[in-house]
């Protein structure tokens, strides 16, 4: 029972994780993410609540460069907006702070959490501190002379968010699925790797999305296929040093992540190909199938993201499918680990 209630405390945070996600996706689509321009832990919990504490706010905000280069002459209803979508994201993090820390109490207490394992829990807050922190620190670098984030430190937030849910996500199936069980799903080495090669490629792919989102990079083609009429446009190579265009170039960023995405798509066939092989595929079948739904899904987004110049509620579709995505390939990750798996010759 009490192996059960870790699980769902586990399955909570990373729920609650990626709903954070997204929503850091709207803040970011909607150009909220820049309007607390202070981070206080505890002051921060109530926003303004009178005209004269917003008047106030809005004075504050006005100091930096995304009202003076971008937003000057917003009213202060259209700074209210942004401001509450901004809040919503901050305190959703303090909720999963608390969802985090309050059931650690109660278990470690209880001796609900071996000795053994106690370290993993606790590096799992350590993580969520440590997200907290990278936020502020991506918000800050909007603050200073452009009003836009750094798009490096955009993909790093982006990723210790996805680490975070991988690792509450790998703990509660641990906890959830006991010896007996976890022993009759033995799959090949070659599934687990073949597996464990998507997951990587998968990441690679979330973290090209984070610098297109970062260098606002979604728009600077809307066509499909070609790009500026060409194949592999002359402007993805105009930045010197000429590596300097992986990082820094918005049309080599956005090319990068427009033909990776098939590459995903080429080993995901490949990967439901093995996996329908294995003789225990009916024990993955449906993250198998949920996943290749969820990868044609995915690319078609993505292609009609481009097509209508990336609108705010097909982009966040966008980035909310590739977290599910990222979700299944985990579970199935799980399911085929090594330590569950056999050698074929």
Not at 65 to 82: A, D, H, Q, W
Not at 124 to 153: A, E
Not at 165 to 177: E, P, Q, S, V
Not at 312 to 339: D, P
């Amino acid at each position: 029972m009490d192996n059960k209630k870790v699980a769902r405390w586990m399955f909570w945070l990373a729920g609650l994780a990626a709903v954070m996600v997204v929503l850091g996706g709207l803040v970011r689509l909607t150009q909220s993410g820049l309007s607390m321009t202070d981070w206080d832990v505890l002051m921060g919990i109530v926003p303004p609540m009178t005209e004269q504490g917003w008047q106030q706010e809005f004075e504050q905000y006005k100091q930096f460069p995304e009202y003076k280069l971008v937003n000057r002459g917003m009213e202060l209803s259209e700074f209210k907006f942004i401001f509450y979508m901004e809040y919503l994201h901050r305190m959703l993090g303090r909720v999963i702070g608390l969802v985090y820390f309050i059931p650690l109490v109660i278990f470690w207490r209880r001796g609900t959490i071996p000795r053994e394992q106690r370290p993993a829990f606790l590096g799992i807050g350590v993580l969520l501190l440590f997200q907290g922190l990278f936020g502020w620190y991506m918000v800050k670098s909007g603050l200073v002379d452009r009003p836009h984030v750094s798009h490096f430190r955009l993909t790093g937030h982006l990723l210790l968010a996805m680490a975070f849910i991988a690792a509450t996500l790998w703990m509660g199936m641990r906890w959830l699925y006991d010896q007996a069980e976890s022993a009759e799903r033995v799959f090949s080495a070659q599934a687990a790797k073949a597996t464990r090669i998507f997951l990587w490629i998968l990441i690679g792919q979330v973290a090209l999305g984070g610098l297109v989102a970062g260098l606002k990079a979604g728009a600077v083609s809307p066509t499909f296929p070609l790009m500026h009429g060409t194949w592999i446009p002359p402007l993805a190579w105009s930045f010197e040093p000429w590596y300097m265009n992986f990082f820094e170039n918005p049309v080599m960023v956005h090319f990068l992540h427009r033909w990776n995405a098939f590459v995903v798509l080429f080993f995901a066939f490949y990967l439901v190909r093995l996996l329908y092989r294995e003789q225990h595929f009916e024990l993955i079948k449906m993250p198998v199938i949920v996943l290749s739904v969820l990868i044609n899904l995915q690319l078609l987004l993505g292609i009609f993201t481009v097509l209508m110049k990336v609108p705010v509620a097909l982009a966040s579709l966008h980035q909310a499918v590739a977290l599910l995505l990222f979700v299944f390939t985990i579970i199935l990750r799980y399911s085929v680990r090594a330590e569950n798996t056999v050698s074929v010759k």
